[in-house]
């Protein structure tokens, strides 16, 4: 079965040629990559995908572009001119062992299940402070993304085929959450595999710590307006004042107090532009 890839992108000029040159690499699968520009404001990432297109095979690399509407309608984009049976679902940001494809999508080949994710996922940049304090954030102590004890499926699809993909239209557009959409609209959720080891890159400025959380904020909440409340009051100022010293000291890291500051005003702002303004995009 053939693979397309599909790689949702906005001003990600830093690091979609490592994630390219990885794909490069893979061995054992027949694959397309499609790049969708979510209207980048950048030239850089063009210029970076233009030059490595002659690293791929001919026509292994397709670029697109659109108005900034956010990933789900980015990959839903790549989607609608994908060649391949299977679909995959990465990021800008995430590199892959040489294997990733194969294993990802060898339980969709052998028809035991319709879509799988990989929980082999860990932090490529570790050595960075913001990076560590976005893990410990998540009560993550080590490099790994996941728990050991993480369910064996989930909502979130990292690999699916095509032809169920298009019997329910893809992913709704809405907020940070839009993949966990095509598992409600389907009814059933992706299968872990083994192996597909693959890194993803945490936020490595206060920067990309601030505009990273307010995107991942903009979405669905638990509980609803209930559940909003409760997501502003874990983030109001003196809440992470306590929450940011005292991970501090648990996990010696002085600048997770800096961190935590950062991050809830990001969320608290993310929260009032999607709640408020209707703002689902970056």
Same mark, same amino acid.
């Given at each position: 079965?053939?693979?397309?890839?599909?790689?949702?992108?906005?001003?990600?000029?830093?690091?979609?040629?490592?994630?390219?040159?990885?794909?490069?690499? #893979?061995?054992?699968?027949?694959?397309?990559?499609?790049?969708?520009?979510?209207?980048?404001?950048?030239?850089?990432?063009?210029?970076? =995908?233009?030059?490595?297109?002659?690293?791929?095979?001919? !026509? #292994?690399? *397709?670029?697109?572009?659109?108005?900034?509407?956010?990933?789900?309608?980015?990959?839903?984009?790549?989607?609608?001119?994908?060649?391949?049976?299977?679909?995959?679902?990465?990021?800008?940001?995430?590199?892959? !062992?040489?294997?990733?494809?194969?294993?990802?999508?060898?339980? *969709?080949?052998?028809?035991?299940?319709?879509?799988?994710?990989?929980?082999?996922?860990?932090?490529? !940049?570790?050595? !960075?402070?913001?990076?560590?304090?976005?893990?410990?954030?998540?009560?993550?102590?080590?490099?790994?993304?996941?728990?050991?004890?993480?369910?064996?499926?989930?909502?979130?699809?990292?690999? =699916?085929?095509?032809?169920?993909?298009?019997?329910?239209?893809?992913?709704?557009? /809405?907020?940070?959450?839009?993949?966990?959409?095509?598992?409600?609209?389907?009814?059933?959720?992706?299968?872990?595999?083994? /192996?597909?080891?693959?890194?993803?890159?945490?936020?490595?400025?206060?920067?990309?710590?601030?505009?990273?959380?307010?995107?991942?904020?903009?979405?669905?909440?638990?509980? /609803?307006?209930?559940?909003?409340? =409760?997501?502003?009051?874990?983030?109001?100022?003196?809440?992470?004042?306590?929450?940011?010293?005292?991970?501090?000291?648990?996990?010696?890291?002085?600048?997770?107090?800096?961190?935590?500051?950062?991050y809830g005003f990001a969320v608290t702002l993310g929260i009032?532009?999607?709640?408020?303004?209707?703002? /689902?995009?970056?």
């Open positions: 079965m053939k693979i397309s890839v599909i790689i949702p992108t906005y001003n990600e000029h830093k690091v979609i040629g490592a994630c390219l040159l990885s794909l490069i690499k #893979q061995q054992k699968c027949n694959f397309e990559v499609i790049i969708v520009d979510d209207g980048t404001k950048e030239k850089r990432s063009e210029e970076i =995908i233009s030059r490595l297109k002659n690293e791929f095979a001919k !026509n #292994q690399i *397709i670029y697109l572009k659109q108005k900034h509407l956010g990933p789900a309608a980015a990959r839903n984009r790549g989607a609608g001119v994908a060649k391949g049976q299977i679909l995959v679902f990465v990021d800008a940001d995430m590199t892959f !062992n040489k294997m990733f494809l194969y294993e990802l999508t060898l339980p *969709i080949v052998r028809s035991e299940f319709k879509g799988t994710f990989s929980v082999n996922e860990y932090v490529s !940049n570790w050595e !960075n402070v913001w990076a560590r304090c976005w893990n410990y954030n998540d009560n993550l102590v080590s490099s790994r993304r996941h728990k050991e004890n993480y369910p064996k499926t989930q909502l979130v699809f990292r690999a =699916i085929l095509k032809r169920e993909f298009d019997k329910v239209g893809g992913f709704s557009q /809405g907020g940070y959450t839009d993949d966990y959409t095509l598992g409600v609209k389907l009814g059933y959720e992706a299968h872990v595999v083994k /192996g597909a080891k693959f890194y993803h890159q945490n936020p490595s400025s206060l920067r990309e710590v601030f505009f990273h959380a307010k995107w991942v904020s903009k979405r669905q909440y638990k509980l /609803g307006l209930i559940g909003v409340i =409760i997501a502003l009051i874990r983030n109001s100022l003196p809440v992470t004042k306590v929450v940011g010293l005292w991970k501090a000291v648990k996990y010696k890291e002085p600048l997770f107090f800096v961190f935590k500051i950062v009032v532009e999607y709640w408020v303004f209707g703002k /689902g995009s970056k």
